[in-house]
């Protein structure tokens, strides 16, 4: 196989701030599709966007789970926005251990958005779905990339072999454990 280019469809999650009401809609619609069985339940701390709020000011910023980083950042920054003072902690959609944000509250593994990718497949992610003020929107788009040759490996043990990598067996073999006394086998 010979590398060349291709294209991929990139799949974001547009937000308006502007439009955001502060309803947590989106937050309460993401735990109740990622609960386990799904719908069954609806628990803000496993909600993979949650809702960064000033009430008195009328503020209210959506941020989505992000990627998983071993350790906290160095950078400090502070945004000001309509003259109120936020960290850069605040608007950060990384799992990190400095605070407890985007972490499963049952295993302690970090969170992150995946577009409420299922069988079948949703038309939208379901925060865009129950957004009444289209503070959310849903968009793809077509980039082009190279392709590289890879060796061919089955879906499962790619992930596994990832999750072996950043959390070690053990952690992993554990969360297996527990997820599946959850499950009841």
């Given at each position: 196989?010979?590398?060349?280019?291709?294209?991929?469809?990139?799949?974001?999650?547009?937000?308006?701030?502007?439009?955001?009401?502060?309803?947590?809609?989106?937050?309460?619609?993401?735990?109740?599709?990622?609960?386990?069985?799904?719908?069954?339940?609806?628990?803000?701390?496993?909600?993979?966007?949650?809702?960064?709020?000033d009430e008195l000011?009328?503020?209210?910023?959506?941020?989505?789970?992000?990627?998983?980083?071993?350790?906290?950042?160095?950078?400090?920054?502070?945004?000001?926005?309509?003259?109120?003072?936020?960290?850069?902690?605040?608007?950060?959609?990384?799992?990190?251990?400095?605070?407890?944000?985007?972490?499963?509250?049952?295993?302690?593994?970090?969170?992150?958005?995946?577009?409420?990718?299922?069988?079948?497949?949703?038309e939208e992610p379901?925060?865009?779905?129950?957004?009444?003020?289209?503070?959310?929107?849903?968009?793809?788009?077509?980039?082009?990339?190279?392709?590289?040759?890879?060796?061919?490996?089955?879906?499962?043990?790619?992930?596994?072999?990832?999750?072996?990598?950043?959390?070690?067996?053990e952690a992993v073999?554990?969360?297996?454990?527990?997820?599946?006394?959850?499950?009841?086998?």
């Amino acid at each position: 196989m010979t590398a060349g280019r291709a294209t991929k469809i990139v799949k974001e999650i547009k937000v308006d701030i502007d439009k955001c009401t502060g309803c947590r809609a989106c937050e309460m619609a993401c735990s109740a599709f990622h609960a386990k069985p799904r719908y069954s339940s609806i628990n803000p701390a496993r909600s993979r966007i949650r809702i960064v709020s000033d009430e008195l000011n009328d503020e209210y910023v959506p941020i989505r789970a992000g990627d998983y980083t071993p350790s906290e950042c160095n950078g400090r920054h502070i945004y000001t926005i309509n003259g109120k003072d936020y960290s850069e902690c605040s608007f950060c959609g990384a799992s990190c251990p400095s605070r407890d944000y985007f972490v499963e509250p049952d295993s302690g593994l970090p969170l992150k958005c995946d577009m409420c990718e299922s069988v079948p497949a949703l038309e939208e992610p379901m925060c865009v779905q129950v957004c009444g003020t289209d503070a959310l929107t849903y968009v793809e788009r077509e980039v082009e990339r190279e392709e590289k040759p890879q060796q061919k490996r089955g879906e499962i043990e790619g992930g596994l072999e990832s999750l072996v990598n950043q959390y070690g067996m053990e952690a992993v073999i554990e969360s297996l454990k527990q997820m599946s006394k959850s499950q009841g086998h």
